[in-house]
Every structure is written in C-alpha cells, then in structure tokens.
C-alpha cells in the first residue's frame, strides 16, 4: 500500500528553492504528526522538521531559518519549503507520519545542490 506520495525533487543550484510535497489520506493527516528526514549516502538518517497535527513545528540548527515545514489538512498534504540550498543539503528526503503504534514512510525523493 503506497500511503504517502512525495513530489518535488530535483536539481537545483546553491542558494536557490525547492518545495517538497508529500499527500496522503484523510485519516493519516487527522491523527497524524508529520516529519521530513534526509539521508545522504554514507551518512545518518536525519530528521530535518517536524509538525503536529496543529501546525507546531520544529526544526534542528542544520536546517533552521531556511527550510519551513507546513501542512494543509484539507488537501492531505504536508510540504517543506527549502531556501538557500547548499550542497550538504544533498539527500533523498522523506515524508514521514507519526502516531500512537504506528509510522508510515514516503517513498523519498532525491534533492541535488550542484552548481
């Protein structure tokens, strides 16, 4: 069962944007926390931002004042905005839904940071 579909990755130059999006059903978003994670090759799985069910976020010092998490409950959709992209920020990002005995996984999506 696919249960949560991520779009946006790509190529993108230092310092430039990308918008991740990630969908899922209706009962995901009612209950659900959602998270991104990044992994790059070699290195740690790593959570990059986290939201609550009311729109509470959270961020590590790696990627805070440039990316921003948010969600729109009505569209099942969670999104995380990424501004002045640097090449460390190179991984595949995930989306990442988080219950009571349950956690559901995207399928990620590669994000490049390459002049």
């Known amino acids: 069962q696919v249960q949560l579909v991520e779009s946006g990755g790509g190529l993108v130059q230092p310092g430039g944007s990308l918008r991740l999006s990630c969908t899922g059903s209706s009962r995901i978003f009612s209950i659900y926390a959602m998270d991104w994670y990044r992994q790059a090759p070699g290195k740690q799985r790593e959570l990059v931002a986290t939201i609550t069910r009311g729109g509470t976020t959270n961020y590590p010092d790696s990627v805070k004042g440039r990316f921003t998490i948010s969600r729109d409950n009505s569209k099942n959709t969670v999104y995380l905005q990424m501004n002045s992209l640097k090449p460390e920020d190179t991984a595949v990002y995930s989306c990442?839904?988080?219950?009571?005995?349950?956690?559901?996984w995207g399928q990620g999506t590669q994000v490049t940071v390459s002049s």
């Open positions: 990442h839904a988080r219950g009571v005995g349950s956690s559901i």
